[in-house]
């Protein structure tokens, strides 16, 4: 199951990490005052590579490069299904289908859709069903 989504740096970063390049990327590391091992992650931050920096880790890197920090909000995926509701304010699902967001006008409510309960007599019947009834009645002359 997937346990965080994908993170892939901003265009601004990766722009701003490319234009940064000065020499190998170990030394571009280096001048940013990171350990040379995190050119390789300038280089794929660079290239737009899904997953190559945590959001954590992106926003060290703007800091180092005079960027402003993007902040995120970290929602995790629903327990359940693993789909990402939590963003509409529902946490789990337990399985059943989560509603679309509907956005109501002005004196619109929402009412609970009620299960039609079946007629005990034919006279409870509305007409529309009793024609219908009628006109697809079958023959007992068989
Ligand atoms: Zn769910």
Redesign the pocket.
């Known amino acids: 199951m997937r346990t965080r989504k994908q993170h892939i740096a901003h265009v601004s970063t990766a722009v701003a990490v490319s234009d940064a390049k000065s020499g190998s990327w170990a030394a571009t590391a280096a001048m940013l005052g990171f350990d040379a091992k995190m050119g390789t992650t300038l280089s794929d931050v660079a290239r737009g590579k899904p997953s190559a920096v945590t959001p954590e880790g992106e926003n060290l890197i703007r800091l180092a490069l005079g960027l402003p920090a993007i902040s995120s909000i970290e929602l995790a995926?629903?327990?359940?299904?693993?789909?990402d509701?939590?963003m509409r304010g529902?946490p789990?699902?337990?399985?059943?289908a989560?509603a679309a967001v509907v956005a109501l006008a002005p004196g619109q409510r929402v009412a609970a859709v009620r299960k039609p309960t079946q007629p005990r007599t034919l006279s409870d019947y509305p007409v529309a069903v009793l024609a219908r009834m009628i006109a697809n009645r079958t023959s007992y002359e068989d």
């Not at 789990?92 to 059943?96: P, Q, Y």
């Open positions: 995926p629903c327990p359940t299904c693993g789909g509701h939590n529902i789990d699902c337990h399985g059943r989560v």
